[in-house]
């Protein structure tokens, strides 16, 4: 079987990266796309010093809020290593205020940022799954998309997009050999979550039944799953990784 290749978007980021790491490890040649110029450096050492070559994975800078930078990402990025057979949908940001208190700039980053890249990524690779009658697409939601949070209007309804985008490209390519699955990650231990107060952070633990916060591998170990053969009958799902969290929904 030839070698799959992975493009993971926001892939050197905490949870991109634990999921790069992972499917480098199971044989899939990774690209990892980030957006901020030196944030790939410590990713590439990282995936070096856990011996990796430089030809079992990739880095590939590009905005993939935006349409045109994410097409140009992604033709460079095929051209140089060849179509995509697994798409991880994982770039993604907060902007957290009270609806209130929300500018319509923290709105518009979320949503271009989290649920515009959806689009903009999966238009570049899904005719290229299409043709060779295999494809694996897994959009990162989140357990704050199905629930709702405070002060996270626009994360929530850019990760319920997510999941209705997931389950309603499911059914339009299910016969096609592609598979469309979303994971929603809990609170996991990333930048994200670390930037969060102290006492904010006691408290989700607090409230997690497993009483830790999720590690990047927890949802790397999901994502390795759904990206296998094995996994050709699990479609249009929303595999929650949260510890328990989403019992108290
Ligand atoms: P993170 O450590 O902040 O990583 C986010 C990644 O997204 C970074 O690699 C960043 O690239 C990339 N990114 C942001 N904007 C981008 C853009 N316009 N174009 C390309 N890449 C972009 O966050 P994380 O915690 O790993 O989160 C990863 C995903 O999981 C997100 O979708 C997040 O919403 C979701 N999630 C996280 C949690 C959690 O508890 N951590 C829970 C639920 C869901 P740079 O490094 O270049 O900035």
Known sequence: ???RIALVTGGV???G???????????????ANYVVPGSETPFIEAMRAAGFSDDQFAVSGGDVSDYK???EMVTQAVARYGPVDILINCAGITRDASFRNMSLEQWRAVMSTNLDSVFNVTKQVIEGMVAQKWGRIINISSVNG????????NYAASKAGVLGFTKSLAL???KKGITV???SPGFIDTPMTQAMPDAARAAVIASIPTERMGLPDDIANAVAYLASTEASYVTGTNLSVNGGVHLYQ
Not at 146 to 153: D, E, I, L, N, S
């Open 1 to 3: 079987m030839k070698r």
């Open 181 to 183: 699955n979303a994971i």
């Open 17 to 31: 990266a634990g999921i790069s790491r992972r499917l480098a490890k199971e044989n899939v040649f990774v690209i």
């Open 146 to 153: 199905v629930k709702g949070a405070f002060g996270q209007t």
């Open 69 to 71: 930078a994410a097409e």
């Open 13 to 15: 980021g905490g949870i």
């Open 172 to 174: 339009e390519v299910a």
